[in-house]
Nanobody, 123 residues
Framework: QVQLVESGGGLVQPGGSLRLSCAASGRFRSINAMGWYRQAPGKQRELVAGITSAGSTNYADSVKGRFTISRDNAKNTVHLQMNSLKPEDTAVYSC?????????????????WGHGTQVTVSS
């Protein structure tokens, strides 16, 4: 019912920048919180940044001051601007959305994930 598609990953040198985007589509009543997670090889998935529908944000300590999350509610998209990238930022980045669905006669909240996009920071 809901699809999340990420774009913008790739290979970048240390100190460089990338901008990730995630577009939500499908049949839903509303999108609540959205976020970006990452998983590096051999490590657990971790929250990178989150943003509420009202625009409140939170960040992992490791990315504060370097990454910025934003969203366009009219386009159902969320972005992650990543600056001053480091080799330790290398991971698969996935977006996540908490969505309200209308399934008559009820409203149901569910969480959806994108398939992920690879970010590699290397010289």
């Amino acid at each position: 019912q809901v699809q999340l598609v990420e774009s913008g990953g790739g290979l970048v040198q240390p100190g460089g920048s990338l901008r990730l985007s995630c577009a939500a589509s499908g049949r839903f009543r509303s999108i609540n919180a959205m976020g970006w997670y990452r998983q590096a090889p051999g490590k657990q998935r971790e929250l990178v940044a989150g943003i509420t529908s009202a625009g409140s944000t939170n960040y992992a300590d490791s990315v504060k001051g370097r990454f910025t999350i934003s969203r366009d509610n009219a386009k159902n998209t969320v972005h992650l601007q990543m600056n001053s990238l480091k080799p330790e930022d290398t991971a698969v980045y996935s977006c996540n959305a908490d969505v309200t669905l209308r399934i008559d006669p009820y409203y149901i909240m569910d969480t959806y994930w994108g398939h992920g996009t690879q970010v590699t920071v290397s010289s």
